[in-house]
C-alpha cells in the first residue's frame, strides 16, 4: 500500500503570507493520482485539487498543486482568514483503494 | 445542486449491528462511482470502501473487509454501507463521497453521520 507523508504537521502564518504544504509518497502515484482537501472545524472535507494540478470547481486560484512521482506540493498563496483548516492529501491511484495523508493543520496567526 | 445526505449513525454494542444510507440528489446517481470515508474522533481521513457507477464492483479497506457490505439502489438513489461486527474501533464519523469514477477524486461529500460502538 501506498503511505503518504505530509510536512509540517502544523503550519502558524498571517494573513497575506504564502503557505507551502508538502506531501510525499511512499512509491510511485499512478498517472500523479493525487488530491487535495480542506476540511475546517465541524465540517465535511472539500475538494480543492484533482489529478495534483488540477483545480476543483469554485476552487479559488490562489490556491495551486504542483508535483509528480513522490513529491507534491499544495500552495496557498496569499493566506486568507477563513483558510484555517486542516489539509489533506489523497492518493487514488492504487487498485488497494484510497490512501490520506495524515493532514496539515494551518493556523492563522 | 448536488446533495448527499448520511443516515443511520448512532450508539450501538461491540458486535452488534448497523446500516448507513446516503441519499443522493441533484444529478444522476447511476453514472457516478460512490464512496464511504471515515474519520475516528480528532483523527484524519480513513477511506472504507467504494462501488462503481453499476454496482458491479466494490472495494473495501483491509479493515473492514468481510464485516462490511457497501450497495447501491439506484432506483432510490441511494447509497449503504451495512455494518456487521463492529467494533470500538470502528467509532468514527461516516461520510458518503461521489467520484467521477472509481480512479477519481471525491468531489462532493456529505454532512457525516456518527457511529459509536461501545458498551
Known amino acids: 500500500d501506498i503511505v503518504l507523508t505530509q510536512s509540517p504537521g502544523t503550519l502558524s502564518l498571517s494573513p497575506g503570507e504564502r503557505a507551502t504544504l508538502s506531501c510525499r509518497a511512499s512509491q510511485s502515484v499512478r498517472n500523479n493520482y493525487l488530491a487535495w482537501y480542506q476540511q475546517k472545524p465541524g465540517q465535511a472535507p472539500r475538494l480543492l485539487i484533482y489529478?495534483?494540478?488540477s483545480r476543483a470547481t469554485g476552487i479559488p486560484d490562489r490556491f495551486s498543486g504542483s508535483g509528480s512521482g513522490t513529491d507534491f506540493t499544495l500552495t496557498i498563496s496569499r493566506l486568507e482568514p477563513e483558510d484555517l483548516a486542516v489539509y489533506y492529501c489523497q492518493q487514488y491511484g492504487s487498485s488497494a483503494g484510497f490512501t490520506f495523508g495524515p493532514g496539515t493543520k494551518v493556523d492563522i496567526k | 445542486e448536488v446533495q448527499l445526505l448520511e443516515s443511520g449513525g448512532g450508539l450501538v454494542q461491540p458486535g452488534g449491528s448497523l446500516r448507513l444510507s446516503c441519499a443522493a440528489s441533484?444529478?444522476?446517481?447511476?453514472?457516478?462511482?460512490m464512496n464511504w470515508v471515515r474519520q475516528a474522533p480528532g483523527k484524519g481521513l480513513e477511506w472504507v470502501s467504494s462501488?462503481?457507477?453499476?454496482?458491479?464492483?466494490?472495494y473495501y479497506a483491509d479493515s473492514v473487509k468481510g464485516r462490511f457490505t457497501i450497495s447501491s439502489d439506484h432506483s432510490k438513489s441511494t447509497l449503504y454501507l451495512q455494518m456487521n461486527s463492529l467494533r470500538a474501533e470502528d467509532t468514527a464519523v461516516y461520510y458518503c463521497?461521489?467520484?467521477?469514477?472509481?480512479?477519481?477524486?471525491?468531489?462532493?461529500w456529505g454532512q457525516g453521520t456518527l457511529v459509536t460502538v461501545s458498551s
Open positions: 441533484g444529478f444522476t446517481f447511476s453514472s457516478y462511482a
Open positions: 462501488i462503481s457507477y453499476s454496482g458491479i464492483s466494490t
Open positions: 463521497a461521489r467520484g467521477e469514477n472509481l480512479i477519481a477524486a471525491q468531489d462532493y
Open positions: 489529478d495534483a494540478s
